[in-house]
């Protein structure tokens, strides 16, 4: 039995993973999909000294607190910085990550770093520091690449506003044992926004691709867990 921890990205919630967690626990895995702070059951925690610490703390409290081990670490979007903070934090309890059409940044980077096209939805941040979600466009990008109508509705109905310090605040990777754990990279093809570049996967880590929509886990939740099995 693995344990995999799913970490939401930007606007999102835990609830976004519905349709994958059943997946991977009939396959005899335990899950975690946990809101962050800001966001489901945590949204009234919203506010402008909400950052990417703050969400690195949340997780790695999580994996403390729960005296988990072997854990399988997915971050999607947003999420590819807070876990790659939390495996500095925490590199002995981790033993796979996945980097979900997520941002894989340096040491000292911030979102808008290894994003740039972030920096525009600063400037149009509410009051100077939320970031209202991405609007809705026509197929095939529809909302976070979901395009069905009832999908869609689902899917708004769980969208917070974004800090704009979980954006500007860099992240730290200094601890070198986090470099020995292995990772595996999804990314999600054929319905890229425009602006939206990615870096190149590093040689040994694993690259798999899936002809979806950037929220893959309501879009092909079959898919993806076939994908997250093989890391385990």
């Known amino acids: 039995m693995a344990t995999f921890l799913l970490v939401h990205g930007a606007w999102h919630s835990g609830r976004a993973w519905d349709r994958l967690v059943p997946l991977l626990e009939s396959a005899g895995h335990r899950v975690l999909a946990p809101s962050l702070t800001g966001y489901g059951d945590k949204s009234h925690l919203l506010g402008p000294e909400v950052g990417l610490g703050t969400h690195i703390d949340d997780v790695a409290g999580l994996i403390e607190g729960e005296r988990l081990d072997d854990v399988v670490l997915v971050g999607h979007s947003y999420a590819g910085m807070v876990i790659s903070g939390v495996a500095h934090r925490v590199p002995e309890r981790i033993a796979h990550l996945v980097f979900l059409d997520a941002m ?32 809705e466009q026509p197929p095939p990008l529809g909302l976070f690449g979901v395009t069905d109508p009832e999908d869609a509705a689902w899917l708004r109905s769980m969208l917070s506003d974004h800090p704009v310090r979980c954006l500007r605040e860099p992240v730290r990777l200094d601890d070198p044992a986090a470099r020995t754990i292995p990772r595996t990279h999804i990314h999600c093809v054929g319905a890229e926004p425009d602006g939206i570049t990615r870096r190149p996967v590093p040689a040994g880590e694993r690259l798999r691709e899936l002809p979806a929509g950037h929220d893959c886990m309501i879009t092909m939740p079959g898919e993806l867990a076939g994908l997250l099995l093989e890391a385990i």
């Open 104 to 135: 894989v940044p340096e040491d000292g980077e911030a979102a808008v770093d290894v994003l740039p096209v972030t920096k525009q939805l600063i400037d149009v941040a509410v009051d100077g520091w939320r970031v209202p979600p991405m609007p």
